[in-house]
């Protein structure tokens, strides 16, 4: 997996490339660990190909950090096999998700319940 790095509106933006699975999902931990802040968060899934169980747990985990911390983390551009993924686990509750990195970025500031 690929992690890009940008800044959207004053916001972080993660973008993922590849496949977020068992391993990727440690690269991906070790690296918003030390980003874990009241900084709010977009992730930007346009190019994540694959998510297994094990990387879907690493978006909750980051979601909830980030929420520990009186922020947030919004996610963006699901594809179809990405999104299936959410339904069937239903983890669409837990995520703000929006069609662009634009809309996530602006309104990354106003926070989800809590997990």
Do not use: W
């Amino acid at each position: 997996m690929i992690i890009i790095e940008k800044i959207c509106h004053n916001i972080t933006v993660v973008a993922l490339q590849g496949t977020l699975d068992s391993s990727s999902s440690v690269q991906l931990h070790n690296y918003t660990s030390p980003s874990v802040t009241e900084d709010p968060l977009v992730i930007d899934l346009t190019n994540l190909n694959f998510l297994d169980s094990s990387g879907l747990g690493a978006l909750v985990e980051i979601a909830r950090k980030k929420r520990e911390k009186g922020s947030d983390v919004k996610l963006a551009c699901m594809n179809e096999k990405v999104r299936k993924v959410f339904e069937i686990t239903q983890a669409y509750r837990l995520f703000d998700i929006y069609d662009d990195v634009e809309a996530a970025s602006v309104n990354a500031g106003k926070k989800k319940n809590s997990l």
